[in-house]
């Protein structure tokens, strides 16, 4: 069993900066891949960033360099900065983690069999 342990987030103006972090319990092969997630009332939950396979990078379509994942692994931390923040990014980010697929990571949900407990980004304009 892998708990992983969300801080950061909260609320920020149009054009601020955010620093997520998510601690793991350890790390397994069933943490290979780490990503964020975030939900808006009333739409699913999407993919932010995922890293894995060898620390490759990639983000969902919306982040448009503004946002940039991290790993730390002597601390078993992942990260999420988000800079450039706009209201329509307010949402429950969620941390999660779970073991490749093929071979590769993914932003499908289904990928990932540990979740954080989510924090709450609100950015007002």
């Known amino acids: 069993q892998v708990q992983l342990v969300e801080s950061g987030g909260g609320s920020v103006q149009a054009g601020g900066s955010l620093r997520r972090s998510c601690v793991a319990s350890r790390y397994t092969v069933n943490t290979a891949c780490m990503a964020w997630f975030r939900q808006a009332p009333g739409k699913e939950r999407e993919v932010v960033a995922y890293i894995g396979n060898g620390s490759r990078k990639s983000y969902g379509d919306f982040v448009k360099g503004r946002f940039t994942i991290s790993q730390d692994h002597a601390k078993n931390t992942l990260y999420l900065q988000m800079d450039s923040l706009k209201p329509e990014d307010t949402a429950m980010y969620y941390c999660?983690?779970?073991?490749?697929?093929?071979?590769?990571?993914?932003?499908?949900?289904?990928?990932?069999?540990?979740w954080g407990q989510g924090t709450q980004v609100t950015v007002s304009s």
């Open positions: 999660a983690a779970g073991g490749m697929s093929g071979g590769f990571c993914g932003s499908s949900t289904w990928r990932y069999a540990y």
